[in-house]
């Protein structure tokens, strides 16, 4: 399990090019891990997609996740599974 902070960028559902998700999966896409300027894809479970509904665009929290794949098959973009959120997005 890792902690990372994130930037919310959007939320997203899994499709064909993103085989580490499943289909239809939804997930968050993220800048990140802060400082660094790259993208991670968190995939969150049905029952927390609400925590994120709404939030607008830079918001930054921190979560801990397992590390799902460390990159994708099209991108090196590591795809990380949410346990949970540390530090809520502030409002």
Excluded at 11 to 35: F, H, M, N, S, V
Aim: aromatic share 8%; proline share 12%; glycine share 6%.
């Amino acid at each position: 399990v890792v902690e990372w902070r994130l930037q919310f960028v959007a939320i997203q559902k899994a499709d064909e090019l993103r085989p580490e998700i499943p289909l239809g999966q939804t997930y968050l896409l993220t800048r990140g891990p802060l400082p660094e300027p790259g993208f991670v894809y968190v995939v969150v479970p049905a029952s927390a997609v609400i925590r994120f509904e709404g939030l607008p665009a830079l918001k930054e929290f921190t979560v801990q996740g397992t590390i799902r794949s460390t990159t994708t098959k099209y991108l090196p973009t590591p795809v990380l599974e949410l346990v949970g959120v540390v530090e809520e997005p502030a409002p």
